[in-house]
């Protein structure tokens, strides 16, 4: 079976510096990247977003790089956030995920082998990739139990909660608008493009 080369790393920019300074980096197929200037959400991003429409300006949407497999694209999402940095950590991006682990929280005493913020990243975005797939496949909603369970994100690890990973998945993919938790319910749903 030929592999799915349908993926693309793109950049949003500013066209209010010279020259246009990127403030979002992100992966996708298809008009994901401008998908953004659609349907413009309440992240950092999308407050920029609106910052330069209400200026009087168009974001500038620049495809980096095409023709890449999923795995490739998530690891040159990955390089390139890490590249520039997020505002959080003094860097020029609004993405939300720190791909590197860039946080005010450091440990001087343990060592980081290099690249293993970055594979721990990459295995973020397919689990998040994972977990919307599955909510997108059942109009209904998903719990976080069935997440976890049907998933395979269950945890045998002695305590009494098992289902820490899958609620994190779920509240990322909640804070990046792509799900809704459904009102007086455990369910979570996929938002419709």
Do not use: C, W
Request: net charge positive; aromatic share 6%; charged share 25%.
């Amino acid at each position: 079976m030929a592999e799915d080369r349908a993926y693309y790393v793109y950049a949003l920019k500013d066209p209010r510096t010279s020259p246009a300074a990127p403030f979002y980096v992100g992966k996708g197929t298809g008009t994901r990247a401008h998908d953004h200037l659609v349907r413009v959400d309440a992240t950092p991003k999308g407050e920029r977003i609106q910052e330069i429409q209400a200026g009087g300006h168009d974001v500038l949407v620049s495809r980096l790089v095409e023709d890449l497999s999923e795995l490739q694209a998530l690891r040159l999402e990955a390089e390139l956030i890490a590249a520039f940095g997020t505002v959080a950590s003094g860097g020029l991006l609004t993405n939300t995920v720190l791909p590197s682990g860039l946080g005010a929280r450091q440990r001087p005493a343990l060592t980081v082998p290099s690249g293993v913020k970055e594979k721990a990243q990459l295995g973020l975005g397919l689990l998040k990739g994972a977990v919307l797939e599955f909510a997108q496949a059942n109009p209904q909603g998903v719990t976080n139990s069935e997440t976890a369970s049907l998933l395979g994100l269950r945890s045998d690890y002695g305590g009494g909660s098992k289902d820490y990973l899958s609620y994190s998945l779920l509240g990322l993919l909640m804070r990046d608008g792509k799900l809704d938790r459904k009102l007086n319910s455990k369910r979570h749903v996929a938002r419709v493009r």
